[in-house]
DNA sequence: TAATGCATACTTCCATACAAGTAAACATAT
DNA sequence: ATATGTTTACTTGTATGGAAGTATGCATTA
């Protein structure tokens, strides 16, 4: 692993560096398999073990590490059936949301929806995979909080991350354009009043990735457990 | 807090610290809004401070604690829009899974879930609502297992954990019998195949909490916060 | 009486030292 | 050549001491 950013020392140094392993893991910088220690990981942000194990604790309560006790710390693959676990828990849960959404829906959050979507389409011009995950997620996190169902997203956030690693690690396999449709055809379905119509569009987005998810595992096995 | 048993010194005690506190939490043993300490916990269970701290950290992690930086470590009142959140998921999952077992049930799956009511009757007239709490959980993990997504099941438990501290806080404020009379319900809707009558039947079950939750929180404000 | 300053007893946080387990390289014996 | 035992360099786990922040009670002051 290269040479990181100094932590501020100001505050507490154990979620800093909790924050930045995840988002590196997150990233695929950090990738499925991949070994930590403890002590490198201290010395590369010039404090001791101590906060760095607490890190530690905190991604493997994630599932995103896994400490084996005198043996070493490691990345956690992806698991494919969690995967597919939090592809069908998104599935019933966003597909019930935007039923609610699709009776609340007024001028002002189409609008915003359709400028969402606009950026969409930029990050796809622009060819920046990374952004286009960001964006992703606001959009979905928006219809939420449209919904006024705000904490269910911190639960959904956790199974979209599992997600995420994926998409950042094997950008190029999703089709970034059919997926931006996709989110027409939900705003679609809200803007004609059409809750079953939104439904199924959120319920035909989300199995998207069952289509893409074989191709991903064959390329690249070794990031991956059943 | 009352004295512990002492833990098993011949494996890691930081784990063993966490379920123990987990276990107390759930039960309501340690009630929302109970201080912990570091130096006290250690103590009752003759360890070091430092276990004790990484099994607050996961605690933390898992929403259950709340570390407040040279203040102290408190157990989480029990959040008002996190229980409604974890109940909306639930109704949304658990309505597609009941979908996907209504088109597979045969004879020995309902064979099974008719012993686990009857199971649940007994604890009733035992007047038993920890022992009900656990049939309940045992209940709703069969159907997911049923439906062949065990590790939904691991989402769902903690969703579900959320749920049941309301639940053995304030164990007479439930009528145990109704909800036994909707698990019933559910059963018979997959006995006769119908998918559309056994989700039904399982959103009305999950949609229970909703009249019970005023009556709780009226009684025990001090357990709650938006 | 009310407000302010201070001492004291907490709290969590971090660094450090040591304990105990694991794994791999290497030497030795068969 | 193969198998076995040993050394050595790791790994995580625990204990402990001190640093820094916070709350509380008490004395002092206006």
Same mark, same amino acid.
């Given at each position: 692993?290269?040479?990181?950013?100094?932590?501020?020392?100001?505050?507490?140094?154990?979620?800093?560096?909790?924050? &930045?392993?995840?988002?590196? @893991?997150?990233?695929?910088?950090?990738?499925? +398999?991949?070994?930590?220690?403890?002590?490198?990981?201290?010395?590369?942000? +010039?404090?001791?073990?101590? #906060?760095?194990?607490?890190? $530690?604790?905190?991604?493997?309560?994630?599932?995103?590490?896994?400490?084996?006790?005198?043996?070493?710390?490691?990345?956690?693959?992806?698991?494919?059936?969690?995967?597919?676990?939090?592809?069908?828990?998104?599935? /019933?849960?966003?597909?019930?949301? @935007? &039923?609610?959404?699709?009776?609340? /829906?007024? /001028?002002?959050?189409? =609008?915003?929806?359709?400028?969402?979507?606009?950026?969409?389409?930029?990050?796809?011009? /622009?060819?920046?995979?990374?952004? $286009?995950?960001?964006?992703?997620?606001?959009?979905?996190?928006?219809?939420?909080?449209?919904?006024?169902?705000?904490?269910?997203?911190?639960?959904?956030?956790?199974?979209?991350?599992?997600?995420?690693?994926?998409?950042?690690?094997?950008?190029?396999?999703?089709?970034? &354009?059919?997926?931006?449709?996709?989110?027409?055809?939900?705003?679609? +379905?809200? &803007?004609?009043?059409?809750?079953?119509?939104?439904?199924?569009?959120?319920? =035909?987005?989300?199995?998207?990735?069952?289509?893409?998810? #074989?191709?991903?595992? =064959?390329? =690249? #096995?070794?990031?991956? @457990? #059943?």
């Amino acid at each position: 692993m290269s040479e990181l950013q100094a932590i501020d020392l100001t505050v507490s140094a154990a979620p800093q560096v909790y924050e &930045r392993l995840r988002q590196a @893991i997150l990233r695929g910088t950090l990738a499925p +398999g991949d070994r930590l220690s403890e002590s490198e990981v201290a010395r590369q942000f +010039g404090i001791s073990r101590q #906060p760095v194990r607490e890190a $530690f604790i905190h991604l493997a309560s994630d599932g995103l590490a896994e400490v084996r006790p005198q043996r070493g710390t490691y990345i956690r693959k992806i698991s494919i059936s969690a995967v597919l676990s939090a592809r069908l828990i998104r599935e /019933a849960v966003e597909g019930d949301l @935007i &039923r609610i959404v699709a009776g609340n /829906a007024d /001028a002002e959050l189409l =609008r915003r929806l359709d400028e969402e979507i606009r950026r969409q389409r930029l990050a796809l011009e /622009a060819g920046d995979s990374d952004l $286009f995950v960001e964006l992703d997620d606001r959009f979905h996190r928006m219809l939420a909080d449209a919904a006024g169902h705000e904490s269910v997203w911190t639960v959904l956030e956790g199974l979209k991350s599992q997600m995420n690693r994926l998409r950042h690690i094997t950008a190029k396999a999703f089709d970034i &354009r059919k997926l931006i449709e996709q989110h027409v055809e939900i705003v679609d +379905g809200l &803007r004609a009043g059409d809750a079953t119509r939104a439904e199924q569009a959120m319920r =035909r987005h989300l199995n998207q990735l069952l289509d893409d998810l #074989p191709e991903v595992t =064959r390329d =690249r #096995p070794e990031l991956f @457990i #059943p």
